[in-house]
């Protein structure tokens, strides 16, 4: 379970399975991708842990592929025009287009 947010790539979840592939695990083993914005790659390690410890998994792998941090996200401004007004007067809805790096 990776997690990954940032899609840049245009790969999205097939990067985890190529990433696999390339670590030699065998196409098997199912692989998935976790998407929790700033925290992907511990949401990954959460389920991971949870799945083990409730014996759907007798081993696992978890991580992260990115730091939101050092992701250049656009400012509102880039987003001209592409915004659903009704978002920008919510109160906690507007907080959800502020750049997290």
């Given at each position: 379970?990776?997690?990954?947010?940032?899609?840049?790539?245009?790969?999205?979840?097939?990067?985890?399975?190529i990433?696999?592939?390339?670590?030699?695990?065998?196409?098997t083993?199912?692989?998935?991708?976790?998407?929790?914005?700033?925290?992907?790659?511990?949401?990954?390690?959460?389920?991971?842990?949870?799945?083990?410890?409730?014996?759907?998994?007798?081993?696992?792998?978890?991580?992260g592929?990115?730091?939101?941090?050092?992701?250049?996200?656009?400012?509102?401004?880039?987003?001209?025009?592409?915004?659903?007004?009704?978002?920008?007067?919510?109160?906690?809805?507007?907080?959800?287009?502020?750049?997290?790096?």
């Amino acid at each position: 379970v990776i997690g990954k947010v940032l899609g840049d790539s245009g790969m999205g979840a097939t990067q985890v399975r190529i990433a696999s592939l390339c670590a030699g695990i065998p196409e098997t083993v199912p692989c998935t991708t976790v998407n929790r914005q700033c925290s992907s790659g511990l949401q990954a390690l959460g389920q991971v842990a949870a799945s083990v410890k409730a014996g759907f998994y007798d081993v696992g792998i978890a991580g992260g592929v990115e730091s939101m941090s050092f992701d250049k996200m656009p400012g509102m401004e880039a987003w001209k025009g592409q915004i659903n007004k009704e978002a920008l007067r919510h109160k906690k809805a507007k907080g959800c287009f502020i750049s997290i790096g």
